[in-house]
């Protein structure tokens, strides 16, 4: 990540953590992984300080990327099949 992202992101996760709206938790089975990644977006074509065009990506959207994998082990599966609609 960008040291100067990095910096907005620890400060804005403080400032959630001191007013309660985030708490921290112990490391849960049931509590999954979160990550937020870029979204691919657009390439776009922009003139530089010499006047040459430079293509470039506009980043504006973001994913929140979750990993289901450890409460799907936790979790009891189901035995029994779903019906069909056909049937």
């Given at each position: 990540?960008?040291?100067?992202?990095?910096?907005?992101?620890?400060?804005?996760?403080?400032?959630?953590?001191?007013?309660?709206?985030?708490?921290?938790?112990?490391?849960?089975?049931?509590v999954s992984?979160?990550?937020?990644?870029?979204?691919?977006?657009?390439?776009?074509?922009?003139?530089?300080?010499?006047?040459?065009?430079?293509p470039m990506?506009?980043?504006?959207?973001?994913?929140?990327?979750?990993?289901?994998?450890?409460?799907?082990?936790?979790?009891?599966?189901?035995?029994?099949?779903?019906?069909?609609?056909?049937?």
């Amino acid at each position: 990540m960008n040291p100067t992202i990095l910096d907005v992101v620890k400060k804005e996760v403080t400032k959630l953590l001191a007013v309660g709206i985030i708490y921290p938790i112990s490391d849960s089975q049931w509590v999954s992984l979160v990550q937020v990644v870029p979204k691919k977006s657009r390439m776009i074509v922009m003139k530089n300080q010499h006047d040459e065009l430079v293509p470039m990506r506009i980043q504006n959207s973001w994913r929140v990327c979750i990993d289901y994998r450890r409460l799907n082990q936790a979790t009891r599966k189901d035995h029994f099949p779903l019906p069909f609609i056909d049937q």
